[in-house]
């Protein structure tokens, strides 16, 4: 019968505290990316954004309006788009044709856009009922915004940290929208579970995880909260 050592005693002893659980690569107060995994690939969030996108590529058409650029309008509604309008909060931007701050009022033209696509932008703007009212606004009747905002999120540690102020939950986000839109107009998608969340906190990439688990949907660890709203008067 050998003799342990007290070195692996007192390993097997600390496996035993915590669980048996080995973080690994997960042991460090610090992240392994804090760039959204943007610098190793595609980011988790960006699969489940535009994988939803794709399913409501029928909704992305007519006078379309997107924050920031025209890439998932050209992405996802192409030849159906017969006008593209770009909001953003600087003039300077390259594909700008409309520029201001979305809770201001009066920056969308009224009741006149067919389709909308905001993918987090909403987080970064406090008065988010203002701007949600500014959508229903700006939507011609039978218009579709389609919104994606952060749940489970690490927050931008460059241009956008200053103005993140919020994630939001299924509950959360259907009540922002349906006070606007009214009951009925609102369908809301959570994705994600606790291995997707744990490796987005990361900064892991896409390309670095099990596609299969991330297909996983657990609503007690969203992601990405997603929201298509009708204006239908």
């Keep these: 019968m050998s003799i342990e050592t007290s070195s692996s005693l007192l390993a097997r002893m600390r496996r035993r505290l915590s669980g048996g659980v080995d973080f690994g690569s997960f042991g460090s107060t610090a992240p392994i990316s804090r760039e959204f995994g943007y610098d190793r690939g595609r980011p988790i969030d960006r699969y489940y954004i535009e994988g939803w ?15 920031g650029d025209a890439t998932y309008c050209r992405r996802f509604g192409g030849e159906h788009v017969t006008r593209q309008e770009v909001l953003h909060v600087r003039a300077d931007a390259p594909e700008a044709t409309l520029v201001g701050d979305l809770a201001a009022g009066g920056v969308l033209p009224a009741a006149s856009l067919d389709s909308m696509v905001l993918t987090q ?9 203002a701007a949600v009212a ?15 905002v952060p749940g489970i999120s690490q927050i931008d540690a460059e241009e956008w940290g200053g103005a993140w102020c919020w994630s939001l939950t299924e509950r959360s986000a259907r009540r922002l929208f349906e006070d606007e839109f009214g009951a009925g107009k609102v369908q809301v998608e959570t994705f994600g579970n606790v291995y997707a969340a744990t490796a987005f906190l990361q900064g892991l990439a896409f390309e670095e995880v099990e596609r299969r688990k991330l297909d996983v949907r657990d609503p007690c660890y969203p992601v990405v909260v997603a929201v298509r709203a009708v204006r239908t008067d």
């Design 53 to 67: 996108l794709e399913r409501h590529a029928c909704d992305i058409r007519g006078r379309a309006l997107e924050v």
């Design 121 to 129: 932008t909403l987080h970064l703007i406090y008065d988010m009922r």
């Design 134 to 148: 500014e959508i229903h606004r700006g939507l011609a009747p039978g218009g579709v915004a389609l919104v994606t």
